[in-house]
């Protein structure tokens, strides 16, 4: 795992507002790391919600942080210290060749980005726009986690199932943590160079609907009721660490595949990115007008395949439900990333820990608990296709592994180590004790199989 931190692009750097350059001498010579700009880093290195967004980075609450704002672009390679000669944040941790000539690319994009940036969008556009592209991207998502359940499950390649510590989502979390090595760490200021809401739609709608935390614990939970508790432990360690493994791998390709793209093109890069970026009030509506119609066909294509599926006695009718509802978990858990980073109170105790990500897991596992009690005690059709499309679209959606394990890794690679394990342990622990009292009591209380 060495050399595979969590070296790819903050969600929202910091703005400057000073004119004095970047020394040299704070890369060479560099400064210990402010722990308290570290506890926030760490905890918002996976989403910060409707903060990213231009029109709220002006208010008081935004602390440093400011998603390819107006000041010097530094994709994190590192987490942060201040420079004594100016006032801005830069990485110390010592840096490679190619994070240095990315470092400059990336500052000159940012550059070009400030000149063409010049009038902001409304505020309504900017929110009407990125809750778009959450909810395309959301159920794009749904799609591809049942897709990938579906051929991994015991119906195609037999490698997962309800009744091993191989659970059926497991696929979906790996293939959505290594993706966020690429899409939401390495490659995460190339894409916000083209679009802002384009980097927001692929890392927190589509990987975060295409992993799931909540259908994870809810398998292990029902190995424990049917007596399995090694299972249910070992499903646990073992999609920790292949989700762990998965985001470090994928951070790794990416990096080699950046460093191969940079040789191949050299200076053609810039001009190709300029052509591709979404800038002008123009483009934003454009592009927001195409996705409300690719919107409306997928919920109407749902909505119709709902009822005639549900006619037909089709396995798959829970699945157009979930595509009809997953956007709502979508968006609840991106205003809830706002939290992340906040601390706790006035003196915002624990800002390492990103509160949002941890509220929407667990609520999600409790919601996910509850419906699986209540399909055992009502035991009907239309109870089991409503309960299961919620699991899967709304609750599937609300959680996710991929930012958790964004998360988990940064933390992991902070000069706080522990701090990943505790999350880790906080989120699974918190989830899967009120999962038991939810599900797992009931469950033994009345004798239900």
């Avoid at 944040?89 to 400030?114: A, G, M, R, W």
């Avoid at 037999?158 to 293939?175: A, H, K």
């Amino acid at each position: 795992m060495d050399g595979a931190g969590y070296r790819g692009t903050d969600p929202e750097p910091r703005r400057s507002k000073s004119s004095s350059p970047i020394s040299c001498s704070s890369v060479s010579g560099a400064q210990p790391i402010d722990d308290q700009l570290e506890d926030e880093s760490v905890s918002e290195v996976g989403d910060i919600g409707d903060r990213a967004l231009h029109s709220n980075r002006n208010s008081p609450s935004h602390t440093y942080n400011d998603l390819y704002g107006e000041g010097v672009l530094l994709p994190s390679y590192g987490f942060w210290c201040r420079d004594n000669t100016a006032s801005r944040t830069i990485p110390t941790v010592p840096l490679p060749e190619d994070f240095i000539s990315q470092t400059i690319d990336v500052v000159v994009c940012n550059e070009v980005k400030k000149q063409e940036n010049t009038n902001q969008l409304p505020k309504w556009l900017e929110y009407g726009s990125c809750m778009t592209h959450l909810a395309v991207f959301g159920i794009l998502g749904v799609l591809t986690r049942y897709l990938l359940q579906k051929l991994f499950g015991p119906g195609v390649a037999g490698v997962t199932s309800d009744q091993t510590i191989l659970y059926l989502d497991l696929p979906s979390n790996m293939v959505g943590s290594f993706l966020m090595g690429w899409w939401g760490v390495v490659f995460k200021a190339d894409i916000a160079y083209m679009s802002d809401f384009l980097a927001i739609g692929l890392s927190t709608g589509y990987l975060g609907s295409l992993t799931t935390f909540s259908g994870w614990n809810q398998k292990m939970l029902e190995l424990t009721v049917q007596g399995h508790w090694l299972f249910a432990l070992l499903g646990f360690l073992i999609g920790l660490f292949l989700a762990a493994y998965s985001i470090i791998f994928g951070i790794e390709t990416a990096k080699g595949f950046r460093q191969l793209i940079k040789r191949c093109l050299g200076s053609d890069i810039a001009s190709s990115r300029k052509t591709w970026r979404v800038g002008s009030y123009k483009r934003h509506l454009a592009v927001w007008a195409v996705l409300l119609v690719m919107l409306g066909c997928l919920w109407s294509v749902s909505g119709f395949l709902v009822q005639e599926e549900f006619r037909s006695d089709s396995n798959d009718t829970h699945l157009w439900l979930a595509c009809i509802v997953g956007p709502v978990g979508v968006w609840i858990r991106w205003f809830l990333a706002r939290l992340n980073g906040r601390g706790l109170g006035k003196t915002e105790l624990l800002k390492w820990v990103p509160f949002g990500t941890l509220i929407a897991i667990v609520s999600a596992a409790c919601i996910m608990a509850a419906l699986a009690t209540m399909r055992k005690e009502v035991n009907t059709k239309t109870c089991d296709i409503i309960a299961n499309g919620l699991q899967l679209g709304f609750l599937g959606c609300l959680s996710t592994v991929s930012t958790f394990i964004s998360e988990f890794n940064a933390m992991r690679e902070s000069k706080h180590p522990w701090r990943a394990y505790t999350y880790a342990m906080v989120t699974i622990c918190a989830s899967f004790c009120l999962g038991t009292l939810i599900f797992s009591l009931p469950i033994w209380a009345k004798g239900y199989r």
